[in-house]
């Protein structure tokens, strides 16, 4: 399907092009031992942690040595130049060496090698520094995004990128900065993850960080995020039109879904599509709860039981309307944990705020608390160490305060 939401289909692609696999081998696991005093992450001239999702070609012989070969992909770049990515052989090994050893690997013997593999280490900001909004609590109006903050990887840059960006316009035009939240987005939960609890290795986004993840679906960014690029101006009038329109009209059908009913009265209808009826009366929409009723089930089994319901046909509407029905009791106890999080995240922290100076609370969250320096309750709560006793503690000394 597209990636925007501003198309409806795709345009016809050209053939897709061939990717191979072969494997490393026990010769060239030998000549990479022999020459590990080459690499630059091995001979001292790198001090860096490497990312932990990639790990370079020695690492992996020497961190997996009991394995006796890795698997390698050769990916075809470009439709018109005969060019190959090595996937799998990520290196900081001399370029004569990276040569010799590919020409080891089945398939490779006469390889020839357009451009070397290389290591680059770099410097990086603790993100602990930073705010929510990615400025810096060390100088106002400093924003800082992307692999400085110690992230790996082009998504997470363009992900802090744009929420430093947004942030630093807001500031320079005197008006309050964005939030992207845990619920709201992935972005949210990288920055999250960045500024609470920092990095000690190149920090990569996974879905698996989200505990909101089942909110946080590809289908549904819109509904998530357009209002808010809306609010600070990155939404166009089309898009916004569009939107809206879509939004209508996922609206209009879950209504007419949560409106029609059916019941044990129904028997004879439910009878005739090989289902058992419900004892009690439920919606159409509650009806898709069960497993084997699709949103064209229920609509089957509404016009049978005497239910019309009229939805649009655009196939995204009808997504989010099945989505919807389908996922309803686990995205409203999702929803709760939602509410219970929202609150912790309204509770504001003053930026002043003396950690040092608060009664009661345990020298190891004084002194975390006092470093990460908080926004809110809700960040403090995921501050690592932290005890639940200690943000009851807060609260209380927050309310008082007031």
């Given at each position: 399907g597209p990636v925007s939401f501003l198309h409806d289909h795709t345009y016809p692609r050209k053939d897709l092009l061939p990717c191979w696999q072969t494997h490393t081998n026990a010769d060239m696991h030998g000549l990479i031992r022999e020459r590990l005093h080459e690499s630059a992450m091995y001979s001292g001239q790198i001090e860096g942690i490497g990312p932990r999702y990639c790990p370079s070609i020695e690492d992996k012989i020497v961190r997996f040595a009991d394995k006796e070969s890795h698997p390698i992909f050769m990916e075809v770049e470009d439709w018109n130049i005969d060019s190959v990515y090595v996937q799998g052989v990520s290196t900081s090994l001399p370029a004569q060496t990276q040569l010799d050893m590919l020409r080891t690997v089945r398939g490779l013997e006469q390889v020839e090698m357009i451009r070397p593999g290389y290591a680059v280490e770099y410097d990086m900001a603790d993100p602990l520094q930073l705010t929510p909004h990615l400025m810096s609590k060390l100088m106002d109006g400093l924003f800082l995004a992307g692999q400085v903050n110690g992230t790996s990887g082009y998504e997470e840059a363009a992900g802090q990128g744009i929420v430093a960006g947004i942030n630093a316009a807001l500031m320079a035009s005197d008006q309050p900065g964005v939030d992207l939240t845990r619920d709201q987005s992935f972005i949210g939960v990288m920055i999250d993850d960045l500024v609470t609890k920092g990095v000690d290795d190149p920090y990569r986004m996974l879905t698996a960080r989200a505990e909101h993840r089942l909110l946080l679906r590809h289908d549904?960014?819109?509904?998530?995020?357009?209002?808010?690029?809306?609010?600070?101006?990155?939404?166009?009038?089309?898009?916004?039109?569009?939107?809206?329109?879509?939004?209508?009209?996922?609206?209009?059908?879950?209504?007419?879904?949560?409106?029609?009913?059916?019941?044990?009265?129904?028997?004879?209808?439910?009878?005739?599509?090989?289902?058992?009826?419900?004892?009690?009366?439920?919606?159409?929409?509650?009806?898709?709860?069960?497993?084997?009723?699709?949103?064209?089930?229920?609509?089957?089994?509404?016009?049978?039981?005497g239910q019309e319901v009229t939805l649009h046909e655009a196939v995204d509407v009808r997504e989010q309307i099945e989505l919807a029905g389908i996922y309803d009791g686990y995205l409203q106890r999702q929803g709760r944990l939602t509410d219970q999080a929202k609150k912790l995240e309204g509770m504001r922290i003053p930026s002043a705020f003396d950690f040092k100076a608060m009664k009661g609370l345990s020298h190891e969250s004084k002194d975390k608390l006092s470093r990460v320096k908080p926004t809110t309750v809700g960040q403090a709560s995921r501050v690592p160490g932290v005890r639940m006793s200690d943000v009851a503690l807060l609260i209380g000394h927050l309310k008082a305060g007031r």
């Amino acid at each position: 399907g597209p990636v925007s939401f501003l198309h409806d289909h795709t345009y016809p692609r050209k053939d897709l092009l061939p990717c191979w696999q072969t494997h490393t081998n026990a010769d060239m696991h030998g000549l990479i031992r022999e020459r590990l005093h080459e690499s630059a992450m091995y001979s001292g001239q790198i001090e860096g942690i490497g990312p932990r999702y990639c790990p370079s070609i020695e690492d992996k012989i020497v961190r997996f040595a009991d394995k006796e070969s890795h698997p390698i992909f050769m990916e075809v770049e470009d439709w018109n130049i005969d060019s190959v990515y090595v996937q799998g052989v990520s290196t900081s090994l001399p370029a004569q060496t990276q040569l010799d050893m590919l020409r080891t690997v089945r398939g490779l013997e006469q390889v020839e090698m357009i451009r070397p593999g290389y290591a680059v280490e770099y410097d990086m900001a603790d993100p602990l520094q930073l705010t929510p909004h990615l400025m810096s609590k060390l100088m106002d109006g400093l924003f800082l995004a992307g692999q400085v903050n110690g992230t790996s990887g082009y998504e997470e840059a363009a992900g802090q990128g744009i929420v430093a960006g947004i942030n630093a316009a807001l500031m320079a035009s005197d008006q309050p900065g964005v939030d992207l939240t845990r619920d709201q987005s992935f972005i949210g939960v990288m920055i999250d993850d960045l500024v609470t609890k920092g990095v000690d290795d190149p920090y990569r986004m996974l879905t698996a960080r989200a505990e909101h993840r089942l909110l946080l679906r590809h289908d549904n960014a819109d509904t998530r995020l357009t209002p808010l690029g809306r609010t600070v101006g990155l939404v166009d009038d089309r898009r916004w039109e569009r939107f809206t329109l879509k939004q209508e009209r996922i609206q209009d059908g879950l209504s007419q879904l949560q409106t029609a009913s059916v019941s044990i009265a129904d028997a004879e209808a439910f009878a005739g599509l090989d289902l058992v009826a419900p004892r009690d009366r439920v919606s159409l929409f509650e009806l898709m709860r069960r497993p084997e009723i699709s949103l064209e089930k229920a609509l089957e089994i509404g016009a049978a039981c005497g239910q019309e319901v009229t939805l649009h046909e655009a196939v995204d509407v009808r997504e989010q309307i099945e989505l919807a029905g389908i996922y309803d009791g686990y995205l409203q106890r999702q929803g709760r944990l939602t509410d219970q999080a929202k609150k912790l995240e309204g509770m504001r922290i003053p930026s002043a705020f003396d950690f040092k100076a608060m009664k009661g609370l345990s020298h190891e969250s004084k002194d975390k608390l006092s470093r990460v320096k908080p926004t809110t309750v809700g960040q403090a709560s995921r501050v690592p160490g932290v005890r639940m006793s200690d943000v009851a503690l807060l609260i209380g000394h927050l309310k008082a305060g007031r």
